[in-house]
């Protein structure tokens, strides 16, 4: 069919090629989210604060976080190769692409963090407010269980980012189904290799979406 | 209970300032509905706001129970807020929590064991009537059962005072006055204070014992509301009871009437609304009288009557007639 032959794929390669995605996938999600939900948190509260310094605070997060995001993926892996080896010992393969996927990730995440705690109704806020409850009962017990629809929301939309990030890391020597893709199907002309790490990806993207549009249809209580 | 002085509240800086409140000073006593009415924008929500401090004011004491709000610190205001409940116009409950747990948020704010959480939230249940929708999430209830667990909530930690910001303006006239009730039911049962914004006259006269009017961030009229509510001296306070028999009297005033007759109000209270003073009096002094225009209600409890009637006669034996009504205890006002 149009010239292509699966019976060659070395499914041996590609197996361990959709594992090492995962593991990379899973890793930066979790210290993404470890980062990027205090992160977003920070984001709101400085940015609605009435003290001058404390909004200074923000601006310079602010100017931080938009920096982060507009660099290209691929400069920001190259860029922090010191920062990958000084955390992780080693640039490259899985362990190597984390810091920068993380690193790519966490302010987006902030950013999707910050509007969707903005959409919480001031008024329940208030209500809290006039009950007694402090800054951090309001963050815990109010805003982040009000704004939870919002947040998963992000989260999808944040892992699905991931995806495409950890295949871009596959041009420079991360692992994983991205690796395969450029390694076989770009370098080497191994066409069946790209489609198929490619349909691989496009399976586990819509897998995510999936999964996430049902958690956020569960938390929905309006 | 509560004690305002000197109350300042201003917005912006600069040339751009705007004072929603000018040294405002207002007390409530304890156990009293106190009805606070004004247009929009004449400052009434900022001035319920400054009552626990969720506006600040740039100047002036706001003392609660006892307590001087404005000289506490932030742990300090987080306890004695505690002590303060509040209602809102859009409810403010948290969408993501069932009915319970919207009832028990502010005594797991306050650390309350788990067994006491469950006794006081289902005895609140039972007092706002509300059993029955436990598990229910606020979008799952209408407006009024959404005010019922704002209530519940407010009143779960044993509030001294009860402020509702305009807690019936989302509703529709029954469930106004169901709430109303439950409102003056709870006054009632705990001699909780209660302290309530409005801009219906309509909500002042079924609950409230005193009423401010407040004008341009000031209090103009402040008085038991059978004395506001019947004899009006300030023009806003006229345009908030004219709203209601406004027209009416209207028309009355333009009754063909000459020298040889005489306008008069007539005003009972209490009792006395249920007297035949009128037509004794009348049958007395031999005069006539037409009714223009009459409204027989009540203010909380207290039925009232305001007549406008046609006195004709006997210039002599009319203005007697006047003099013995009052003698009887009614007000009399002559309008021409």
Known sequence: MWGLDFSQLDWNEISVASLDTLKMLAASSVFTFILGLPLGVLLYQTSRSSNAWVRTVYSVLSVIVNILRSVPFIILIVALIPFTIAIVGVSYGVLGTIPPLVIGAAPFFARLVETSLREVDRGVLEAAQSMGASTWQIILKVLLPEARPGLLAGATITVVTLVSYTAMSGMVGGGGLGDLAIRYGYYRYQKEVMIISVLFMIILVQLLQMAGDRLVKHFTRK | MIELKQVTKKYGKGLQTTEALSRLDLTVQKGEIFGVIGHSGAGKSTLIRCMNLLERPTSGEVWVDGVDLTKLNKQQLQNQRRKIGMIFQHFNLLSSASVYDNIAFPLRLAHVDKTQIAAKVNELLQ???????????????????????GIARALASDPQVLLCDEAT???DPQTTDSILKLLLDINRKFHLTIVLITHEMQVIQSICDRVAVIHQGGIVEEGAVTEVFLKPQHPVTREFILGQAGESAQLALQAPHDGSSRLCKLTFLGE??????????????????AILQGTISKIKDIPYGQLIIRLEGDAGQMEKTIQKVKAEGLDVEVLD
């Open chain 2, 272 to 289: 006395k609304t249920y007297d035949s003073i009128l037509s004794r009096t009348a049958r007395e002094t031999g005069v006539d009288f």
């Open chain 2, 127 to 149: 007092l706002v009537g509300l059993e029955a929708h436990r598990d229910k999430y606020p979008a799952q209830l209408s407006g009024g059962q959404k005010q019922r667990v």
């Open chain 2, 169 to 171: 303006s989302a509703l």
